[in-house]
């Protein structure tokens, strides 16, 4: 069981927008930054967000993350089938003092 | 061009023990946090520990799945950050991923490749 809550899976068609949510609590996000990473197929995870809502350079504008109190979301506009992958958040727990993960969220462009 | 080159994965029996490498360059090595980060097969990303830089006391956190069986240690001399895991169990059958964050909240975050950690008589 996951500290960080995220949806086990999500769709939609090309071009739609889907959004991934991600909840914590006041220990991790709520009180700290929440970062978003890609995994495609078979390769490592990449920095898609940071610090809430940063978008790494080269990384598309069709994505976007915000957080509210202990939540956090990923959104992902005019969908590609190359945005086929594993999403994840991240964030710092105070109370475990470690990095907390959540369980991933597969999405799948149909 | 930023690298990070992960080592010393394999087959090892359950109550073993093995040594995990991850050589870095292209960034500022001695000035980053270095993370280890697991992944078992079909499974998500599980956090295994952090060492700090030099100017942080080379502070070190571990998971609590791992706390007491693993120590994360690094010689910026060689850009190398290193996993020691003792009293392996088959739940730490995993990719092992090292991941450095150069600057916290920054986009100066990076990811290896990955060795395989496989726990098994």
């Known amino acids: 069981q996951s500290v960080l809550t995220q949806p086990p899976s999500a769709s939609g068609t090309p071009g739609q927008r889907v959004t991934i949510s991600c909840s914590g609590s006041?220990?991790?996000?709520?009180?700290?930054?929440v970062y978003w990473y890609q995994q495609l197929p078979g390769t490592a995870p990449k920095l898609l967000i940071y610090?809430?809502?940063q978008r790494p350079s080269g990384v598309p504008d069709r994505f976007s993350g915000s957080k509210s109190g202990t939540s956090a979301s990923l959104a992902i506009s005019g969908l590609r089938s190359e945005d086929e992958a594993d999403y994840y958040c991240?964030?710092?727990?105070?109370?475990?003092?470690?990095?907390?993960f959540g369980g991933g969220t597969k999405l799948t462009v149909l | 061009e930023v690298q990070l080159v992960e080592s010393g994965g394999g087959l090892v029996q359950p109550g073993g023990s093995l040594k995990l490498s991850c050589a870095a360059s292209?960034?500022?090595?001695?000035?980053?946090?270095m993370h280890w980060v697991r992944q078992a097969s079909g499974k998500g990303l599980e956090w295994v520990g952090r060492?700090?830089?030099?100017?942080?006391?080379?502070?070190?956190a571990y998971g609590a799945s791992v706390k007491g069986r693993v120590t994360i240690s690094r010689d910026d001399s060689k850009n190398t950050a290193y996993l020691q895991m003792n009293s392996l169990k088959t739940e730490d059958t995993a990719v092992y991923y090292c991941?450095?964050?150069?600057?916290?909240?920054?986009?100066?975050?990076?990811w290896g490749q990955g060795t395989l950690v496989t726990v098994s008589s």
């Open positions: 991941n450095a964050i150069a600057v916290a909240g920054t986009a100066d975050d990076y």
């Open positions: 610090r809430n809502n």
């Open positions: 006041s220990s991790n996000i709520g009180s700290s930054n």
């Open positions: 991240a964030a710092w727990d105070d109370s475990l003092s470690g990095r907390v």
């Open positions: 292209g960034f500022t090595f001695s000035g980053s946090a």
């Open positions: 060492i700090r830089s030099k100017a942080n006391t080379y502070a070190t």
